[in-house]
């Protein structure tokens, strides 16, 4: 029987840390463990912890502020369990994420793998548009849990698993601030091990609760596929390109449609796509609308950030680096 060890970094969430633990002690598969990693919080969640050693395995340590990837290493050097798990605190597991994993890995063995994550039902409809957007093939292409290959999948540390050997020989998570999850996955593979898609292993993934703290989240990511560029060559794809090409061409549309109106067609009829869209999945006017906002935020924002670092580390040639580093939770 496959031991997990469950780690979990947190920074300042106390209470959303506490929904996490809820949902696994629903968990149907039992036998796992629970690390969590408090990174140098304020707001410290070990009262939140001590209301769980009744119903879960589960152990809290303290350690300065270093970010989630060595908090994730922190709680692996621990671990008791074969197969690590990860999550991100403002997630809800489903009461069957385990169960389903454990059948899954003994036919189809991986050493590592990852799961696409989804709105709950009780997310606001911001959260709601922000999962939308941060999933739909429009906006993404499906890179994050929509593809049919799941052999090729890149596991992202908020639902993402791997063996304490892939530990072992890799180290762990790098040091970068983001992108961190998607650079232990190339990692992964480029040390020999296998990984997959796991699609019914989804979690309820909160995100962002605004579009301020969701632009600056997304504008890092576009700053992180370059940074992933230099250490990876091979991994910059196509669809990486998408968010930029989209904010030129709609820049390009609204100066053109100074001249001529019709050339924001191409911007209505991609807000069009995403709010019927939307609206089939959410079946609310309210979330596909909010959805039009979070998906041009998700374009430009990756856009930006893309185009900032190409600049920076392509053109300049600078050394690594992100963006808010003193704001980004405000």
Known sequence: MIKYSVIVPVYNRPDELKELLESLTKQTFKNFEVIVVEDGSTLKSEDITDEYKENLDIKYFFKTNSGPGQSRNYGSERATGDYHVFFDSDCIIPEKYFEIVNNRLPESWVDAYGGPDMAHPD????????????????????????????????????????????????????????????DMSLRIIENGFSTSLIRDAAVYHKRRVDFKKFFKQVFNSGIARINLYKRHPQSLKLVHLMPSAFLVGAGMSILFSLVNIYFLTPI???????????????????????????????????????????????????????????????
Do not use: W
Request: aromatic content about 18%; cysteine-free.
């Open 123 to 182: 997310f606001s409809a911001i959260q709601k548009s922000i999962n939308y957007s941060m999933t739909s093939f429009f906006t993404t292409g499906g890179i994050r849990g929509g593809m049919k290959d799941e052999k090729k999948f890149h596991p992202r540390s908020f639902n993402m698993g791997f063996t304490k050997k892939v530990f072992e020989k890799t180290k762990g998570f790098s040091k970068m601030r983001f992108g961190e999850d998607v």
């Open 268 to 330: 209505g009829l991609f807000i069009i796509i995403i709010f019927l869209d939307s609206f089939r999945l959410n079946k609310s006017v309210k979330v596909a609308g909010l959805s039009i906002i979070s998906s041009f935020i998700q374009l430009i924002a990756y856009g930006l950030g893309f185009i900032k670092s190409f600049v920076k580390r392509i053109i300049l040639r600078q050394d690594e680096f992100h963006a808010y580093k003193k704001n980004f939770y405000k």
